[in-house]
């Protein structure tokens, strides 16, 4: 029948993602954290380290770009027939 809301197609696909849904539910997992830190010594802070390195790199290749898209001029200097392609 046409028209119909739930038809037997979208009822397998409905009774498919209950089962996935169902099946697939988190599995415990206790040794995961079975470790622990020394409460004495103090890590190294590299955050304002990282910081430095990771902004120079993205500098250094928003010049990159920069430099390739920007437009070479192609012909005689100064002609009337001078055209502008990008790289």
Excluded: W
Aim: charged share 30%; net charge neutral.
């Amino acid at each position: 029948m046409k028209g119909r809301i739930f038809d037997s197609c979208s009822a397998r696909r409905s009774l498919l993602v209950l089962a996935l849904v169902v099946v697939s539910f988190p599995a415990p997992a206790p040794e995961t954290d079975n470790f622990y830190l020394p409460p004495e010594p103090e890590f190294a802070d590299f955050g304002d380290y990282l910081e430095a390195v990771h902004t120079r790199a993205i500098e250094e290749g928003v010049k990159e770009v920069r430099t390739r898209s920007q437009p070479k001029k192609r012909g005689c200097p100064g002609s009337a027939t001078e055209k502008v392609a990008f790289a």
